[in-house]
């Protein structure tokens, strides 16, 4: 279910102090429910999943042909490009020293490269000449012992290929790891700028 950006908005998540320049698209509520201590337990899904292999048929025809685009015009040839309006390459050169190689042993199913994790937060960013995103997961006390994800949020910078596109079809994704492993809530955000 799609919740308000707000709901993401009114947390102090690290991720808003290593990516203040990008812009929140969506926030989504997933059945993803644990305790307190659960939240490596959830990574550990999150990050075993081959996205593109274990989603719905849709959502692997849509990568498939982003896949196929993007060999052809040269999108995702693992080129070092800017953050879209600054300096930096990846979101890992702003980590601040107390986040800094958290996230190291963790592999993503995906084109995403993890950035940082704490007991309750990880974030994991995507780089192509289309798009610059990231996704953020967030355990959150929902009481009663009760915790669940408020994200993934995808902060993301556009690129080549417009506003929109693949930071929708990442939130897609997003909702269907999620539901699919038994997950909770997801969002996805947008940088600002342009490639």
């Known amino acids: 279910m799609r919740l308000p950006n707000a709901v993401h908005e009114s947390r102090p998540w690290r991720i808003r102090e290593i990516a203040p320049d990008f812009t929140l698209e969506d926030?989504?509520?997933?059945?993803?429910?644990?305790?307190?201590?659960?939240?490596?337990?959830?990574?550990?899904?999150?990050?075993?999943?081959?996205?593109?292999?274990?989603?719905?048929?849709?959502?692997?025809?849509?990568?498939?042909?982003?896949?196929?685009?993007?060999?052809?015009?040269?999108?995702?040839?693992?080129?070092?490009?800017?953050?879209?309006?600054?300096?930096?390459?990846?979101?890992?050169?702003?980590?601040?020293?107390?986040?800094?190689?958290?996230?190291a042993g963790l592999r993503m199913g995906s084109s995403f490269s993890p950035l940082y994790r704490t007991g309750t937060e990880f974030a994991a960013e995507l780089s192509n000449q289309t798009v610059h995103g990231v996704m953020h997961l967030a355990w959150v006390d929902r009481g009663h012992g009760r915790y669940g994800l408020p994200g993934p949020a995808a902060p993301d910078r556009t690129g080549l290929a417009g506003r929109g596109g693949e930071t929708q079809a990442i939130g897609s994704v997003n909702r269907q790891v999620a539901s699919g492993a038994g997950l909770g809530p997801c969002g996805a955000a947008r940088g600002r700028g342009s490639r």
């Open 27 to 103: 926030v989504w509520a997933l059945p993803v429910y644990g305790g307190a201590g659960d939240f490596p337990a959830l990574l550990e899904v999150m990050t075993s999943r081959d996205l593109a292999r274990n989603a719905s048929p849709v959502t692997r025809l849509l990568f498939g042909a982003r896949m196929l685009l993007g060999r052809w015009f040269g999108w995702d040839d693992g080129a070092e490009r800017p953050i879209p309006g600054r300096d930096e390459a990846s979101l890992a050169e702003r980590l601040p020293d107390d986040l800094r190689g958290t996230a």
